[in-house]
Structures are given as C-alpha cells and as structure tokens.
C-alpha cells in the first residue's frame, strides 16, 4: 500500500515507527485506548461527586494515567527497527504487564504509603528500581533515545555527585533516597508534569482527535484553500492556515505536520515550491501551531503551574507573538511566490481590496455583535433561570446545533482529499464555510468555559468534548435525514457510534507519547530540585557569557536547542522551562535586567520547540521530507529559515515586554499589535531580501534597522535620556515619598543565593500609598538602619510586598534607581517610519523600471 492510500492514523503511526498489529491484540489495544479514554473522561467529569464513586486524588489519578500510557507503549512500540509490526511479541506483553504494575503502585498502596512518608520499604524500593529503568525503555521506544538519555544522565549524576569534577560535584544521593524522591513521592516521575498531563493535557489531545474525526481538520484545509487559493502561492498560504487551525488544538507538531502536509505538500509542489521548500513551509506552520494558544502543545497548562498565573493570563501573554508569526509566515509564502514567478491559480477574479475590505469589516462586526448579544443575553439568562438555566442554555445550543447543520445541508458535501485531483480550479468559499459551521460548537463551549465562566482548563475541555461527541452520534444521521438521501452519504447512527469509538481509541494512542514524555522529563525535574543542578547550570552559563546581558541570552538559546532535540512539545518545556528558565531569572536579576517569570518560560518554550525545525534532529523536517520526498537536512535548514522570524521574536520580548501584553490597555495593545506586526513582516522582508523588489544589501539592512526600532524604541529612548535617576541608599525614605504610588523603584541589593554565598541582584520595589516616605516604607513591610553609611534590611515583614519583591533581612541596599519624566518610548517610531519611507521611494523607483521580474502583487 502508498503512503497516499494511509489514513492519517497509518501515517503517523508510520512516521514515528508504531505497531499497527492484527487480529486479537489490535482489539486489546483498542479495548485498552478506549479504557484509558473513558477514565479521563470521567474524572473530568463532576458524575465521581455526584454519584459520590470513583472518586480520586491527584496521586492516584496520575497512577492509573501512568499505567495506560506504559502498558499501552509497550503493546504499541516496538522495541527495534527489526521487531515485527503485525503482531506484538509475548515479552512486550510481559514488560508492559510489569511496567503498568509498578506504575500503579501507588494507586493500590496508596494508604499505606502516606502512612510511611519517607520510609521506605523492600517492595517500594524495588517497585522503584523496575519501574525506573521500564519507564525509561517506553521513552526510548515510543520518542527515541534523546529523552531518556538525558534522563538517565540526572539520575546517575544525582548517584554519582561527589565524584563530578569542579562546579559539578555535590553531596550525592543515595539509592533509597532516589528511589524515594523519584517513584514513591510526587518530587519525580508522579509530579506536577504528569499531573497536567493527566489533568488538561489528555481531555485537550482528545478534544483535537474527536474533532479531526468529525471532519473539522478536512473542513479547515478546505475553507483555507478555498479562501486563500486563488492567490499567488495559495497553496502554500492556505498550508499555513489550516497547520495555525489545526494547531490551536494539536499537541504535536510531527501530527501537524502529517495531518495537514498529506495534502498541502503535493499541492504545493504542484504549484511550483521545489520538495524541500514545500515542506519547510508545512514544518514552519505546523511548528508554529505549537506557540498559539489554547494549547500550545500542551504547555500552556504546564506554565498554569510553573509560572503561577491563570491560564487566561498565560493565553493572553502569548497570543501577540504567536499570532504575527503566523501573519510574517504567510508574508514568507508570498514574497517566495513572487521571487518564483507563480500565478494564481483558476480564473476567479479577485474583488476590489475596498470592497474586499468592506466584507471582512462587516463580518467582524457581525461576529462581534453575536458575540455580545450571547455574552450578555447568557449574562441575563442564567440569574434570571437560576438551576434552570443550564437546561435552557443546552436547548439554545442543540437548537443553534440543528440550524447550522440545516445550513450544511443545504451545501453540497466537502470532496474527499485528493491531492492528484488537478488545480484547474478551486472550491468556493461560500458553500464551504458554512458546510462545517457545526463544527466550531465545541470550540465556542471550550473557550466560553475558559474564558468567560472561567472553568479549570480540565473541565472546560470535559464541556467541549460533551459536546463533540452529541455532534459526532448525532451529525451523519440528522444530515442523512435532512438531505433526504437515505443515509447514502453521510450514515447512520451506527456510523457515528463507531466514529465516536476511533475518535477515543485515536485520543488515547495519540496520548502514549505524551504521557510517557511527562513521566519521564518529571525524573529530570527532580533531579533538579534534588541535587540543586540549576545553580550549576547558572554559574555555568554566566562564566561562559562572562557578564554579557545578550550572550548569556544566546547562550540560554542554544542550550534550549540542544536539550529540545528529539523531545516531543510537552517534554521539551518541561526539561527547559525546569533548567534553564531559573538560570536566566538569576543571571538577569544580576546583570540588572527584570524580567517577568512569563517572558522567561516562553524565551525557553519558544527555542525548545525550534529543535523541531532545525537539523540535524529536527523531527517535523524528517516527517515532511517523507512526504516531500525531498531531502530532510535541506528541508531542516529552509524551515530554520522561515523560522529567523520566530527565533528573533523571545529576544525582543525579552526586552521588550509590551509584546506580551504585560501591564498594558486595550487600545495600546492594539496598537502595539499592529506596530509589532508591521515590524516582524519588515523584518521578513529584510531577511528574504525582497520586499517590493529585490532588496539591496543595504536597502536590507535599513530595513532590519526599521524593524529594531519598531519592536524596541526603548533602546534609542534610553540613549537620549535615562529613564532612571540615581539616588544614595541611605534616602531610601525620601526617594518613596517623592515618587508617584503606583510606580516602581529600582534596588541593587547585595545579598546571598540559596547556598549561601554572596551575589549582587537588581529587583523592583512597588511604590504603595502614603503621606510619608517612612509611612511607604510601613506598608512595604521594611525597617532599615544605617551602619557606617551603609543601607542594611533590619526585618522584612512575612508575606509584605517586600518580601515578595526579594527582599530579606540583613541584606545590603547598593544603589536606589527613581523612574524619571521623559519624552514617551514610542516617539522613536516617527524616525524609523521615515527610514521605511526612505526604502520604500527607492524601491518603487526601481519597480517603475521594467526588470522582467513579475512584481506585481495580488
């Protein structure tokens, strides 16, 4: 069979070497997959608390979770290349009988270990010393070595601690109490990763198999192409729609890619993309579907629990950056279209952009004043109804459910994908945007729980798949009835039966990886808060980037890509976010650069999942040049490319805070979102050395200096004026009480790091309300005193916003830093928008000159 006659489930299963075995033991698979998924459904679910049964702790969950994902992974993972894919050997059977045993440990002995915290027995020392080792031979099976040689290289270096040379060596840790900290507690492998794995991460995942079996993945590469197909290089472009659709709820970017790229890759090659082109723009999409909420692969619940913040906080913070990366992509895809000369494809002739412009602004208006009319007709429902309420607004919804699928049958049926079908001629928007309109019910449940009633992101998606599997019983036959054929093209409720059954089976075998990858990058987390790895890391990247603010950056980049090779999305986070992202909090508090907890964790998010990409391991690049058949390496590298725009983004948000929306309004965020936009696509221009036409070197250049400037006219500010005034320690005092509450001042603080030892760090005192500079210090929560004219800390009150700044007794105040009046940062746009001027008359010169280049742009 080719791989064009796979369905999707075959070709991910091949790209990423899974059994597909016959017979008894592919029921038993399904019977386990369909097991695994109903279990998270139901702890999902309020029905344990309702019916007052099955209902667990987050310990015991993350057990069973565990012991799915293992037994499952051996069953469905071959052990060699050379191991049969048809059938699954006995031993396997055996060691994933041994492996979701161990796993399970801690659900069937539950009460008595928490009756012996610490203690350890002969069976939980042994349970822990099989279960390590299984555990790591399930991630060298189901996502290749990298993951669990890194894992293993923590576990000996917690084993093997006094004997490491120099800046490495520590006290060491003996085996019961690794065993303890890694298997038996919630330090390790049962930790907060697995936990968010088992929580959001699986309900998530299988929200996105439901909805792909549905038909919503076919319906968005449909409407993309339809929408964005008769421009120059559509293809492509609507390649980078339907991968940013299907990545709002995709955990992986490999699945992305074989999702989407099945279809998108021929289409594209069709068109004129070379093999490797073609699949570095499907890699560049479906890498960037990782970074856009709601999911982010699954790491924005992790940062829930790592960084601290609401998940609505996280989704707003990342929305911005990952959004105009999508926006500078499809700018890539159409500057290499004109440098390739392509035409649009079919004779559709575009409408006029002011009326183009007209359509798109009445849409909007349209969707928002539905929006409002919902958000405030709901807001007056549910008191109005009280326990009623719910029952109401579940009849609204099945009604708007029967109405939009009246709509979509009165369309004619999606075509089946067909990438040979030729190009002669694409679908019409209209007929196929509203053919699928139901399909965005669930979505709408899900982000009205999340962000409107505010829901945990678990139950919201336990909402958002209810939902979905009503739409996937209910859809073929009610379009059957309704289109009056008898069931000829769309089934009956057999059919649906059995699409909800793949859909939970597709959901759990789509979780192995994920849930296996937790587990293990949890050994890695508690190597870190066990041996305190993380401050060696930190004096290791602060003696290599020797003070400098922007290598110690550099620095943290390219170790975030190497750790990331090989990993799957959730993994790599976890192992980056747990060590590096520490590191650049401390090396910034000395080098005098704040940085919000957010920015850190997505700087190290951002280049941990661009290990996808680059080569020589990046394994979307793999999984698009099996489809390309193009070379994987040359494909890596084009995608590296396409990436620069995505490379640069957490460098200037770094500095640049704005971009993540922190502490900023509406109007300014908007703003800033078109500013920012604006900039990243000047950017892209600069780096493919096109923009209205071929670019000089130094027509490039200017614009790279234009695009700085937009992102950070901070930097140009600070050179014109400092934005801080320097004022003695020791008038502390005076200085609160001559600054506006509500601001912030600097401290340089000499104090001590966890092991005791001296070290230098900048923090930011809020400013609170008072009369008085020692009535602010009050509300602080600090008493100082002076010792020959130094400013010591005498006390820090307990839970104060001092102490919550980082300020502890007996450290030393260095050096007081005021905000000063000046000019706003952002008046250094009005140069840079003259510089883009400038290019622009000298382009547009040279585009008035016949070249026989085709410029014209559509």
Same mark, same amino acid.
């Given at each position: 069979?080719?791989?064009?006659?796979?369905?999707?489930?075959?070709?991910?299963?091949?790209?990423?070497?899974?059994?597909?075995?016959?017979?008894?033991?592919?029921?038993?698979?399904?019977?386990?997959?369909?097991?695994?998924?109903?279990?998270?459904?139901?702890?999902?679910?309020?029905?344990?608390?309702?019916?007052?049964?099955?209902?667990?702790?987050?310990?015991?969950?993350?057990?069973?979770?565990?012991?799915?994902?293992?037994?499952?992974?051996?069953?469905?993972?071959?052990?060699?290349?050379?191991?049969?894919?048809?059938?699954?050997?006995?031993?396997?059977?055996?060691?994933?009988?041994?492996?979701?045993?161990?796993?399970?440990?801690?659900?069937?002995?539950?009460?008595?270990?928490?009756?012996?915290?610490?203690?350890?027995?002969?069976?939980? %020392?042994?349970?822990?010393?099989?279960?390590?080792?299984?555990?790591?031979?399930?991630?060298?099976?189901?996502?290749?070595?990298?993951?669990?040689?890194?894992?293993?290289?923590?576990?000996?270096?917690?084993?093997?601690?006094?004997?490491?040379?120099?800046?490495?060596?520590?006290?060491?840790?003996?085996?019961?109490?690794?065993?303890?900290?890694?298997?038996?507690?919630?330090?390790?492998?049962?930790?907060?990763?697995?936990?968010?794995?088992?929580?959001?991460?699986?309900?998530?995942?299988?929200?996105?198999?439901?909805?792909?079996?549905?038909?919503?993945?076919?319906?968005?590469?449909?409407?993309?192409?339809?929408?964005?197909?008769?421009?120059?290089?559509?293809?492509?472009?609507?390649?980078?729609?339907?991968?940013?659709?299907?990545?709002?709820?995709?955990?992986?970017?490999?699945?992305?890619?074989?999702?989407?790229?099945?279809?998108?890759?021929?289409?594209?090659?069709?068109?004129?993309?070379?093999?490797?082109?073609?699949?570095?723009?499907?890699?560049?999409?479906?890498?960037?579907?990782?970074?856009?909420?709601?999911?982010?692969?699954?790491?924005?619940?992790?940062?829930?629990?790592?960084?601290?913040?609401?998940?609505?906080?996280?989704?707003?913070?990342?929305?911005?950056?990952?959004?105009?990366?999508?926006?500078?992509?499809?700018?890539?895809?159409?500057?290499?279209?004109?440098?390739?000369?392509?035409?649009?494809?079919?004779?559709?002739?575009?409408?006029?952009?002011?009326?183009?412009?007209?359509?798109?602004?009445?849409?909007?208006?349209?969707?928002?004043?539905?929006?409002?009319?919902?958000?405030?007709?709901?807001?007056?429902?549910?008191?109005?109804?009280?326990?009623?309420?719910?029952?109401?607004?579940?009849?609204?919804?099945?009604?708007?459910?029967?109405?939009?699928?009246?709509?979509?049958?009165?369309?004619?049926?999606?075509?089946?994908?067909?990438?040979?079908?030729?190009?002669?001629?694409?679908?019409?928007?209209?007929?196929?945007?509203?053919?699928?309109?139901?399909?965005?019910?669930?979505?709408?449940?899900?982000?009205?729980?999340?962000?409107?009633?505010?829901?945990?992101?678990?139950?919201?998606?336990?909402?958002?798949?209810?939902?979905?599997?009503?739409?996937?019983?209910?859809?073929?036959?009610?379009?059957?009835?309704?289109?009056?054929?008898?069931?000829?093209?769309?089934?009956?409720?057999?059919?649906?039966?059995?699409?909800?059954?793949?859909?939970?089976?597709?959901?759990?075998?789509?979780?192995?990886?994920?849930?296996?990858?937790?587990?293990?990058?949890?050994?890695?987390?508690?190597?870190?808060?066990?041996?305190?790895?993380?401050?060696?890391?930190?004096?290791?990247?602060?003696?290599?980037?020797?003070?400098?603010?922007?290598?110690?950056?550099?620095?943290?980049?390219?170790?975030?890509?190497?750790?990331?090779?090989?990993?799957?999305?959730?993994?790599?986070?976890?192992?980056?976010?747990?060590?590096?992202?520490?590191?650049?909090?401390?090396?910034?508090?000395?080098?005098?650069?704040?940085?919000?907890?957010?920015?850190?964790?997505?700087?190290?998010?951002?280049?941990?999942?661009?290990?996808?990409?680059?080569?020589?391991?990046?394994?979307?690049?793999?999984?698009?040049?099996?489809?390309?058949?193009?070379?994987?390496?040359?494909?890596?590298?084009?995608?590296?490319?396409?990436?620069?725009?995505?490379?640069?983004?957490?460098?200037?948000?770094?500095?640049?805070?704005?971009?993540?929306?922190?502490?900023?309004?509406?109007?300014?965020?908007?703003?800033?979102?078109?500013?920012?936009?604006?900039?990243?696509?000047?950017?892209?221009?600069?780096?493919?050395?096109?923009?209205?036409?071929?670019?000089?070197?130094?027509?490039?250049?200017?614009?790279?200096?234009?695009?700085?400037?937009?992102?950070?006219?901070?930097?140009?500010?600070?050179?014109?004026?400092?934005?801080?005034?320097?004022?003695?320690?020791?008038?502390?005092?005076?200085?609160?009480?001559?600054?506006?509450?509500?601001?912030?001042?600097?401290?340089?603080?000499?104090?001590?790091?966890?092991?005791?030892?001296?070290?230098?760090?900048?923090?930011?005192?809020?400013?609170?309300?008072?009369?008085?500079?020692?009535?602010?210090?009050?509300?602080?929560?600090?008493?100082?005193?002076?010792?020959?004219?130094?400013?010591?800390?005498?006390?820090?009150?307990?839970?104060?916003?001092?102490?919550?700044?980082?300020?502890?007794?007996?450290?030393?105040?260095?050096?007081?830093?005021?905000?000063?009046?000046?000019?706003?940062?952002?008046?250094?746009?009005?140069?840079?928008?003259?510089?883009?001027?400038?290019?622009?008359? %000298?382009?547009?010169?040279?585009?008035?000159?016949?070249?026989?280049?085709?410029?014209?742009?559509?």
């Amino acid at each position: 069979m080719t791989d064009k006659h796979l369905s999707t489930e075959e070709l991910i299963a091949k790209d990423v070497g899974a059994r597909l075995p016959e017979g008894a033991m592919a029921q038993v698979i399904a019977m386990v997959a369909l097991a695994w998924s109903l279990f998270q459904l139901w702890i999902a679910s309020p029905l344990p608390f309702i019916f007052r049964f099955g209902v667990l702790n987050d310990t015991e969950t993350r057990s069973i979770h565990l012991a799915f994902a293992l037994f499952l992974a051996f069953l469905v993972y071959p052990a060699f290349r050379r191991s049969p894919r048809n059938r699954v050997p006995l031993t396997d059977i055996a060691l994933g009988l041994v492996a979701a045993a161990t796993a399970a440990y801690l659900f069937i002995f539950y009460q008595q270990l928490a009756q012996r915290p610490g203690s350890l027995t002969t069976s939980d %020392l042994v349970t822990a010393c099989v279960g390590i080792p299984l555990l790591l031979e399930a991630t060298r099976r189901a996502l290749g070595p990298p993951l669990a040689i890194i894992a293993l290289v923590f576990l000996l270096y917690s084993l093997a601690g006094p004997y490491m040379p120099g800046i490495l060596a520590h006290r060491g840790v003996s085996l019961n109490a690794l065993a303890n900290h890694q298997w038996i507690t919630t330090e390790g492998v049962f930790g907060i990763a697995l936990g968010v794995s088992t929580s959001f991460v699986f309900l998530f995942v299988l929200f996105g198999a439901l909805l792909e079996r549905a038909g919503a993945g076919h319906y968005f590469i449909q409407l993309a192409f339809s929408l964005l197909g008769h421009y120059r290089g559509g293809p492509a472009k609507a390649a980078v729609v339907a991968s940013g659709m299907t990545g709002l709820i995709s955990g992986s970017s490999i699945a992305n890619v074989v999702t989407t790229g099945t279809f998108t890759i021929p289409m594209m090659k069709r068109t004129g993309f070379s093999k490797e082109k073609a699949g570095a723009v499907e890699v560049a999409s479906s890498v960037n579907g990782q970074i856009m909420p709601p999911v982010m692969g699954a790491a924005a619940f992790l940062m829930v629990e790592y960084v601290g913040l609401p998940y609505v906080e996280i989704i707003k913070h990342a929305f911005l950056p990952a959004a105009i990366s999508y926006i500078a992509l499809l700018y890539i895809v159409h500057l290499e279209s004109l440098k390739l000369g392509l035409q649009p494809i079919g004779q559709r002739v575009p409408k006029p952009w002011l009326t183009r412009l007209a359509g798109f602004a009445f849409g909007a208006a349209l969707i928002c004043g539905l929006s409002l009319a919902v958000y405030y007709g709901l807001g007056w429902l549910k008191p109005a109804l009280g326990s009623a309420a719910i029952w109401v607004i579940g009849g609204l919804l099945a009604l708007t459910y029967l109405v939009l699928l009246k709509v979509a049958a009165s369309n004619p049926p999606l075509p089946a994908e067909d990438p040979d079908k030729p190009l002669d001629d694409l679908p019409q928007a209209r007929p196929v945007l509203l053919s699928g309109l139901h399909f965005l019910l669930p979505v709408v449940v899900l982000v009205w729980c999340l962000m409107v009633e505010r829901l945990s992101p678990g139950l919201s998606a336990f909402y958002g798949t209810v939902m979905l599997v009503f739409i996937l019983v209910t859809q073929r036959p009610l379009l059957s009835l309704l289109r009056g054929d008898g069931g000829k093209t769309h089934g009956g409720v057999v059919d649906g039966l059995v699409d909800l059954r793949e859909g939970l089976i597709a959901g759990a075998r789509n979780m192995i990886g994920i849930g296996i990858a937790t587990a293990a990058a949890g050994i890695i987390v508690g190597a870190v808060s066990q041996t305190g790895v993380g401050l060696v890391l930190a004096d290791l990247v602060e003696l290599l980037s020797m003070g400098n603010l922007l290598l110690m950056l550099i620095l943290t980049a390219l170790l975030s890509l190497i750790l990331g090779m090989g990993l799957p999305t959730t993994a790599n986070y976890i192992v980056v976010s747990s060590l590096l992202a520490p590191v650049v909090v401390a090396l910034g508090q000395q080098n005098g650069l704040i940085v919000p907890l957010i920015a850190v964790h997505l700087f190290v998010f951002y280049f941990g999942i661009m290990a996808d990409v680059t080569p020589p391991v990046g394994l979307a690049s793999f999984a698009a040049a099996a489809v390309s058949k193009g070379d994987p390496i040359r494909t890596g590298f084009a995608a590296f490319y396409y990436s620069l725009r995505t490379a640069v983004l957490p460098f200037l948000f770094i500095f640049n805070t704005d971009l993540l929306l922190i502490e900023v309004d509406f109007w300014h965020g908007v703003l800033i979102f078109v500013v920012a936009t604006l900039a990243l696509l000047i950017f892209t221009a600069a780096t493919q050395g096109y923009f209205l036409v071929r670019s000089r070197w130094y027509e490039s250049l200017v614009l790279l200096l234009v695009a700085f400037t937009l992102f950070r006219p901070g930097f140009w500010m600070d050179m014109l004026h400092d934005p801080y005034r320097d004022i003695p320690p020791t008038e502390l005092a005076q200085a609160l009480a001559a600054v506006d509450a509500d601001s912030q001042l600097r401290l340089r603080v000499l104090g001590e790091n966890e092991v005791g030892d001296p070290r230098e760090f900048t923090l930011l005192l809020p400013i609170p309300q008072g009369e008085t500079g020692e009535e602010r210090l009050e509300r602080l929560g600090i008493q100082l005193y002076e010792e020959d004219g130094r400013q010591l800390i005498d006390n820090v009150a307990f839970g104060s916003p001092a102490e919550q700044a980082g300020l502890a007794f007996d450290q030393e105040i260095l050096a007081v830093r005021a905000p000063t009046d000046r000019w706003t940062k952002e008046l250094m746009w009005i140069p840079g928008f003259l510089l883009l001027c400038l290019v622009v008359w %000298l382009q547009r010169r040279r585009r008035a000159v016949p070249t026989g280049e085709p410029v014209e742009m559509r």
